[in-house]
């Protein structure tokens, strides 16, 4: 049986710039191996999430989405390389195959996972799983996650 993500928090974010800080943050939070989903409408803010934690990283480049590449590398400066997908355009989930899914999971770096309900069947429980919804001018965050330790320090 799966095992569930049993700790959840919110965290508003009134502007990209919070977007970002949380992105930060969490780079500053996980260790080496972490699988993250980020889920929410298209524009919700999931690849500015990204862009903060590569920051977060060490990364000095620019972050695009990686919506037609479907993964970008980067190098992190913190330790292990930082994949991220973005399975929006997968035309199915056996894709993950061919796009070498099992060594960016092996390679004992951070997975950032953009779109993950087209391929969840296929893909590890993550150790971290965000959602982020528009409310206002900003969005909301709904982080779930194993520990309660990493969503005190993203919260706090």
Known sequence: MAQTLTHHCKIA???????????DRLARSVAVPQVVFLRGELGAGKTTLSRGFLRGRGHKGSVKSPTYTLVEPYESMLGGPVFHLDLYRLGNAQELTYLG????????????????????????????????????????????????TLLEELSG
């Open 13 to 23: 974010l009134i502007d990209e710039a919070a977007t970002l800080a949380l992105g």
């Open 101 to 148: 899914l099992d060594d960016y999971l092996s390679a004992q770096g951070i997975v950032l996972i953009e779109w993950p309900e087209r391929a969840e069947e296929y893909l590890p429980l993550p150790t971290l799983d965000i959602t982020l919804t528009p409310e206002g001018s900003g969005r909301v965050a709904s982080l779930s996650a194993h520990s309660n």
